[in-house]
């Protein structure tokens, strides 16, 4: 099979597929590069959804030039999301018994398409509570590679909310978290004294369908792309204004699949937009940032963002088999909020077993104990860890020191080494198919 393949990232005059500009790859072994660098999607890391291939140094022809431009309109969603907001405007004024969603082509239908989708499984009566819950209306996307859909259970959306108000803040940028834009979207049309506004930025173009061109993007955030172009990148700019003093931060939720590098290029230009719309300077700081994603990978977060540190939270999903009911069941949520707020901001619930350590300054997990030579809460995965002196740092509880490979590591392990660094946590001495964090 294809080697290792390693993200060299955005490129300048890259071209594009249906899924904006390409990234530029290379093949690797041992580390190094290998070969000839070239172009993929993206968004796709499964060909089967975007085979767009091109070599670095590749002649494209001006005939292929034209006929990918429109392969790529054609590829575009069938309505714009200008039309799609006057679809919205006129279906919410059916009577109940009028308003139909299609099941299959994941759209509301207006009377006069009923007919085309007559053999169509749909969803009749779409209340208002509905409409203002589409992420419960919609399927979750359940590609594996490409883009599945891992909604917040309510408890751990709840959660989120809630300390995003008690820190003080009144705009959510919601980067890949539809459920939580729709949390504070349906609060803000139900409560009054309720002032937190929300932009989603999504790829899933089926939310146009619910909000208007100033509360959704579609958006891609590996590559930074907006689809509504200028228009769509100004909406965004405008939301990051922080008029009024309404403080902004951004929550994001993104894919597993790998690629960190090109989603920190992306928030780094989002953070970039951030700092260019305040007049006065925001002096030498960031926008406050929520970056959700499992526990080990932390240190590859932290090369690309120094100031960020992981909270013990830990992140329940709704339709994750393996993520469920992470307090409950027999498994533990991996996923954690990485963020560069000060950690003794984040006030973890008591009543879930968190509790603060005033040595190490923030909300720990209940088993996450205070190491003494360390002098930290050390426990990455909520499981008590033990220090080891030779290794003279905590580890997890089902290693043991290998006087062969020198280091803590799993009891079974082949003690050969490879020289590059492991895919997901990025520490040398195995592969990602090996590595004790995902096991
Ligand atoms: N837990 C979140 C959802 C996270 S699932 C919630 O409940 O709100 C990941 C989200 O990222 C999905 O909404 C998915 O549509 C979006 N996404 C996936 N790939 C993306 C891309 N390339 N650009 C932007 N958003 C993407
Ligand atoms: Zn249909
Ligand atoms: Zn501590
Ligand atoms: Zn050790
Ligand atoms: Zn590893």
């Known amino acids: 099979g294809p080697g290792p393949v390693a993200l060299l990232g955005p490129a300048p005059g890259a071209p594009s597929c249906p899924h904006g500009p390409a990234l530029l790859f290379a093949k690797t072994s041992q580390g190094k590069e290998e070969g000839r660098r070239f172009y993929a999607c993206s968004a796709c890391r499964d060909r089967k959804d975007c085979n767009f291939f091109q070599w670095e140094d590749e002649k494209v022809s001006e005939t292929r030039l034209a006929a990918r431009e429109e392969y790529?309109?054609?590829?575009?969603?069938?309505?714009?999301?200008?039309?799609?907001?006057?679809?919205?405007?006129?279906?919410?004024?059916?009577?109940?018994?009028?308003?139909?969603?299609?099941?299959?082509?994941?759209?509301?239908?207006?009377?006069?398409?009923?007919?085309?989708?007559?053999?169509?499984?749909?969803?009749?009566?779409?209340?208002?509570?509905?409409?203002?819950?589409?992420?419960?209306?919609?399927?979750?996307?359940?590609?594996?590679?490409?883009?599945?859909?891992?909604?917040?259970?309510?408890?751990?959306?709840?959660?989120?909310?809630?300390?995003?108000?008690?820190?003080?803040?009144?705009?959510?940028?919601?980067?890949?978290?539809?459920?939580?834009?729709?949390?504070?979207?349906?609060?803000?049309?139900?409560?009054?004294?309720?002032?937190?506004?929300?932009?989603?930025?999504?790829?899933?173009?089926?939310?146009?369908?619910?909000?208007?061109?100033?509360?959704?993007?579609?958006?891609?955030?590996?590559?930074?792309?907006?689809?509504?172009?200028?228009?769509?990148?100004?909406?965004?700019?405008?939301?990051?204004?922080?008029?009024?003093?309404?403080?902004?931060?951004?929550?994001?939720?993104?894919?597993?699949?790998?690629?960190?590098?090109?989603?920190?290029?992306?928030?780094?230009?989002?953070?970039?937009?951030?700092?260019?719309t305040e007049k006065e300077g925001h002096d030498n700081n960031e926008m406050p940032m929520f970056w959700i994603f499992p526990y080990f990978f932390e240190s590859r977060i932290l090369d690309f963002f120094p100031s960020f540190s992981m909270v013990d939270y830990q992140v329940d999903y709704d339709n994750h088999a393996l993520y469920k009911h992470g307090k409950t069941g027999r498994r533990q949520s991996p996923v954690r909020i990485f963020t560069n707020l000060t950690p003794s901001m984040i006030v973890l619930p008591e009543e879930e077993g968190y509790r603060f350590c005033a040595v190490c300054e923030r909300y720990v997990s209940s088993g996450n104990?205070?190491?003494?030579?360390?002098?930290?809460?050390?426990?990455?995965?909520?499981?008590?860890?033990?220090?080891?002196?030779?290794?003279?740092?905590?580890?997890?509880?089902?290693?043991?020191?290998?006087?062969?490979?020198?280091?803590?590591?799993?009891q079974k392990h082949s003690c050969e080494k490879t020289d590059v660094g492991c895919f997901v946590c990025g520490k040398a001495g195995h592969k990602r198919s090996a590595c004790p964090s995902v096991s």
């Open 72 to 276: 790529n309109r054609n590829h575009q969603p069938p309505f714009t999301h200008k039309q799609n907001v006057d679809r919205y405007k006129n279906f919410v004024l059916l009577p109940l018994s009028k308003r139909r969603f299609c099941q299959e082509c994941q759209q509301l239908l207006l009377p006069a398409e009923w007919e085309k989708h007559s053999d169509h499984q749909f969803l009749c009566d779409i209340t208002t509570a509905q409409l203002k819950s589409p992420s419960q209306l919609l399927y979750p996307l359940e590609n594996k590679k490409t883009n599945a859909q891992y909604l917040f259970a309510d408890r751990s959306c709840q959660f989120l909310l809630n300390l995003l108000i008690d820190l003080g803040f009144r705009r959510v940028l919601s980067v890949g978290t539809p459920r939580l834009h729709e949390m504070i979207q349906s609060k803000a049309s139900q409560e009054e004294e309720f002032s937190i506004r929300s932009l989603l930025l999504d790829i899933d173009f089926r939310y146009s369908q619910f909000y208007t061109e100033d509360e959704f993007c579609h958006y891609n955030m590996f590559n930074h792309h907006f689809f509504g172009g200028e228009a769509a990148r100004e909406t965004c700019r405008k939301f990051l204004y922080e008029e009024n003093g309404e403080r902004v931060i951004m929550v994001t939720d993104p894919p597993f699949g790998g690629l960190v590098e090109a989603l920190a290029s992306s928030f780094k230009k989002l953070m970039a937009m951030w700092k260019e």
């Open 369 to 410: 104990e205070h190491c003494e030579i360390c002098n930290s809460c050390t426990s990455k995965d909520g499981r008590r860890w033990k220090h080891c002196v030779l290794c003279k740092k905590c580890v997890k509880p089902s290693w043991f020191h290998c006087n062969n490979c020198n280091c803590c590591t799993l």
